[in-house]
């Protein structure tokens, strides 16, 4: 497991397939602001309602010149019926290797009824548009977590 970048360290640079298959990195938002969040699985409850939430707040972000990804596991073809099913706006970011999750310290150990695995702690990471990390979330609840995120985006953008 590694560490969990700390506010104002640059963020862990990345060069990741998103849905389509397309190749996207950290370089490609350059200045612009990035909302980096990590979720477990595709169509489950809670990474359905925070993909939800960041889809009804889209055209927020969009204003505040932020880009908003999400990062799981699953792979590109999981992610297109995702989107397809739940009409999201968002970009999804495949992490089958899970280097991406590693890289950001959110690939840890968990238990759930009495099992131990391995899997994504769902944490969300905003980078500035120098690529620093201006604001991180570990281990959050889904629900209320988009506006959070949303409103210290606001806060740190309109300074």
Not at 52 to 66: P, R, V, W, Y
Not at 111 to 131: C, Q
Request: charged share 20%; hydrophobic share 35%.
């Amino acid at each position: 497991m590694s560490n969990i970048p700390q506010v104002r360290q640059p963020a862990p640079t990345f060069s990741t397939p998103d849905q389509n298959d397309n190749l996207l990195s950290l370089d490609d938002f350059s200045g612009q602001w990035v909302v980096l969040y990590f979720y477990p699985k595709d169509d489950t409850p809670g990474c359905t309602t925070e993909a939800q939430d960041f889809t009804a707040l889209h055209s927020e972000f969009s204003q505040l010149g932020a880009k908003v990804l999400g990062v799981s596991p699953d792979s590109g073809k999981s992610h297109c019926k995702f989107i397809n099913k739940h009409n999201l706006s968002i970009t999804l970011l495949s992490d089958p290797e899970h280097q991406l999750a590693d890289s950001y310290g959110v690939w840890q150990l968990k238990k759930f009824m009495g099992k131990e695995y391995m899997g994504i702690v769902r944490s969300t990471f905003l980078i500035s548009p120098d690529k620093i990390i201006a604001y991180a979330w570990p281990n959050v609840k889904a629900k209320g977590h988009a506006q959070a995120v949303l409103t210290k985006l606001s806060e740190l953008a309109n300074n």
